[in-house]
C-alpha cells in the first residue's frame, strides 16, 4: 500500500501502519483490510507549497478520516 502510494504525483513521502493484530480471517481462511485498521500520513507537493495530510480512524464517526495537519 505505501509503495502504491508514493509513485502517485506530487507524494514526497508516505508511511502506513497497519494493524496486524485485527486482521482476523474470516471464513474463506483470509483477513480483510477495514479503514480502522490502518494509520498513514502523506506529504505532498504541488508547485512549491508542501501539505501533510493523515488519515486516523475516528471511534465517535466509526469512520477513517483524513486531516490535514
Do not use: C, W
Not at 43 to 54: C, L, M
Amino acid at each position: 500500500m505505501q509503495e502504491s502510494i508514493s509513485l502517485q504525483p506530487y507524494v514526497q513521502e508516505v508511511e502506513v501502519h497497519i494493524d496486524r493484530e485485527m486482521l482476523a480471517a474470516n471464513v474463506f481462511g483470509y483477513g480483510e483490510l477495514q479503514g480502522r485498521m490502518i494509520e498513514a500520513r502523506v506529504v505532498i507537493d504541488y508547485q512549491g507549497e508542501t501539505v501533510t495530510a493523515k488519515l486516523l480512524y475516528d471511534q465517535e464517526k466509526d469512520y477513517p478520516l483524513m486531516s490535514l495537519l
